[in-house]
Nanobody, 121 residues
Framework: QVQLVESGGGLVQAGGSLRLSCAAS????????MTWYRQAPGKRREFVAS???????NYADSVKGRFTISRDNAKNTAYLEMNRLRPEDTAVYYC???????????????WGQGTQVTVSS
């Protein structure tokens, strides 16, 4: 069974940094896109950054120049390096992946359970 597990969240002061990780585990054949979303209290889940396999990164305007998404394909892991954090970055951060499991004929969508990021002012 495929799982996405996020880690690295926590409490940080404004201006600080955090690095989130999303590890995909299980019987995985191939991962297409890995994406980070976030959801603040009382708000809709929003796109943060994505990195399709063999393609370029995409970022929400609100995080451009501060956040960096990367992947280690050998480890089936995506990272989100977050710098110059602001109180408005406070949210639960979710990992989302489009991947194909072994024995499956198509790519499917998977979500992690989320990791809390809190930025104090």
């Amino acid at each position: 069974q495929v799982q996405l597990v996020e880690s690295g969240g926590g409490l940080v002061q404004a201006g600080g940094s955090l690095r989130l990780s999303c590890a995909a585990s299980g019987n995985i054949f191939s991962i297409n896109t890995m994406t980070w979303y976030r959801q603040a209290p009382g708000k809709r889940r929003e796109f943060v950054a994505s990195l399709p396999s063999g393609s370029t990164t995409n970022y929400a305007d609100s995080v451009k120049g501060r956040f960096t998404i990367s992947r280690d394909n050998a480890k089936n892991t995506a990272y989100l390096e977050m710098n110059r954090l602001r109180p408005e970055d406070t949210a639960v951060y979710y990992c989302y992946a489009i991947l194909r499991a072994n024995g499956r004929s198509s790519y499917e969508h998977y979500w992690g359970q989320g990791t809390q990021v809190t930025v104090s002012s």
